[in-house]
C-alpha cells in the first residue's frame, strides 16, 4: 500500500482500518454495478471497452441516488434501485 502518512502514523492497525474502510467501499460499489448492471455478465471485454463502461455505470447509479432510489437488499436483484416513493424506473424494469 503506498500512503502519505509518516513511520510514526502509519502503524499497522491504522493501515489495516484504512484498508478494511476502502474494501467496504469497493464491495458496495462492485455490488450495486454487478445487479444494477450485470456487470460480471457483460460481453464487452475488448479494447478499452470495460475501461470506458466502468465510469458509465457509475455515472447511472449516482444519478439514480441523486434522483433518490436506493440500492436494495440482495434478494430483489431483478430490481435493484428501489425509489422513496415505491416507484421503479421504468429503464430498470
Not at 8 to 25: D, F, G, T, W
Not at 48 to 58: H, K, Q, T, V, Y
Amino acid at each position: 500500500m503506498i500512503t502519505e502518512l509518516i513511520s510514526r502514523q502509519a502503524s499497522p492497525e491504522r493501515i489495516a482500518k484504512i484498508l478494511r474502510a476502502h474494501s467496504v467501499i469497493e464491495n458496495g460499489l462492485h455490488f450495486v454495478r454487478d445487479t444494477a448492471f450485470r456487470e460480471d455478465a457483460s460481453k464487452i471485454r475488448a479494447g478499452r471497452g470495460p475501461e470506458n463502461m466502468a465510469p458509465l455505470r457509475s455515472f447511472a447509479i449516482n444519478q439514480l441516488r441523486i434522483g433518490g432510489h436506493t440500492t436494495s437488499p440482495p434478494d430483489s436483484a431483478r430490481q435493484p434501485f428501489a425509489h422513496t416513493s415505491g416507484h421503479w424506473p421504468s429503464s430498470l424494469n
